[in-house]
């Protein structure tokens, strides 16, 4: 994709990012009803945010029988006059999904039939392995799309807290968004100017950079996967992008009331750390990270392993 330097803004990381976007569309709610559509399981970071707007908030569900793609008629479903952005994760945190081109296409035919923007937050990008990543922007020729991405993930630079913006507008008809994110960067102090000086070198990195971390990654998502597999009362998909896998804890499989237990009894008792579902909209799962090196994962799924037959029903 091919951006004109105006329809880019530089931010504090893809939180400010979001926080940026959010503000542009979102007036708040004395001003009028609003609503955004959110993913479930999802972020939880968008939700914090828009509460500072008082914005409604409706989630549509990813479904993990097709590998977490979204149930495109729910999302239909849920627009009305004062949906004012759909919000894709692609790849997806906590889900680990990589949607095809065809599934975008879908979504961006229901955004276009009901005249909707799209916040893209691709901050896990080209971060897939089975198949390509498909940027969204790039198959839309109508809909305005809002990119959302970063250095954190995919190059490995979360402390740098560099993001950006980038709109989309085939058809000229998101002026206001565009003028809107040029205005709110411009109050507020972006990545410091060293990092910007170093972006066009950073950009430019060779991808047989991006192939050794990705295929770090894909063995650790191997690793888990079939670990969990072997251990009766989870299940998982294996994951196709990102950096996270999304596994199911069995109902009454375990002497453990719900996820937030299961997750704290697992630190307490192996010093395995992971997230309870909940934290995703999703309870009932726990979401593992793939960053550790692959003899680390291998050891949390021995720790895993013997956990749930200590507590298996």
């Given at each position: 994709m091919a951006y004109h330097a105006d329809s880019v803004v530089l931010t504090h990381g893809v939180?400010?990012?979001?926080?940026?976007?959010?503000s542009v569309l979102f007036p708040h709610h004395s001003y009028g009803p609003s609503n955004i559509l959110l993913p479930a399981p999802g972020f939880s970071q968008y939700s914090s945010l828009l509460a500072n707007l008082g914005t409604e908030i409706?989630?549509?569900?990813?479904?993990?029988?097709?590998?977490?793609?979204?149930?495109?008629?729910?999302?239909?479903?849920l627009c009305d006059e004062?949906?004012?952005?759909?919000?894709?994760?692609?790849?997806?945190?906590?889900c680990g999904s990589n949607f095809s081109q065809e599934h975008l296409a879908n979504i961006v035919s229901i955004a276009d039939k009901h005249k909707i923007p799209i916040i893209a937050d691709e901050i896990y990008g080209h971060m897939t392995w089975s198949?390509?990543?498909i940027p969204l922007a790039s198959i839309s020729n109508t809909v305005p799309v809002?990119?959302?991405?970063?250095?954190?993930?995919?190059?490995?630079?979360?402390g740098w807290r560099v993001g950006w913006i980038a709109l989309h507008d085939p058809l000229g008809v998101a002026e206001g968004i565009r003028e809107g994110m040029i205005v709110w960067g411009n109050r507020f102090f972006g990545p410091s100017s060293i990092v910007q000086a170093a972006l066009p070198e950073i950009l430019?990195?060779?991808?047989?950079?991006?192939?050794?971390?990705?295929?770090?990654v894909e063995k650790n998502a191997q690793i888990v996967h079939s670990g969990t597999t072997a251990i009766n009362g989870l299940y998982t998909n294996m994951p196709a992008g990102a950096l996270y896998m999304l596994i199911r804890i069995q109902p009454a499989a375990f002497d453990l009331n719900d996820d937030v237990e299961f997750c704290t009894a697992l630190y307490r008792e192996e010093a395995v750390f992971v997230l309870p579902g909940l934290c995703f909209g999703?309870?009932?799962?726990?979401?593992?990270?793939?960053?550790a090196p692959a003899e680390i994962m291998t050891d949390v799924m021995e720790r895993l392993n013997v956990f749930c037959d200590n507590h298996r029903v």
């Open positions: 939180g400010q990012a979001l926080d940026l976007i959010f409706r989630y549509y569900d990813c479904v993990e029988e097709n590998d977490w793609e979204v149930d495109t008629k729910m999302l239909d479903s004062n949906t004012r952005a759909i919000l894709i994760t692609n790849p997806s945190n906590p198949s390509p990543f809002i990119t959302l991405s970063g250095l954190s993930k995919r190059f490995l630079l979360p430019a990195t060779p991808s047989e950079y991006f192939d050794a971390v990705t295929a770090k999703a309870p009932g799962y726990f979401r593992v990270v793939l960053g």
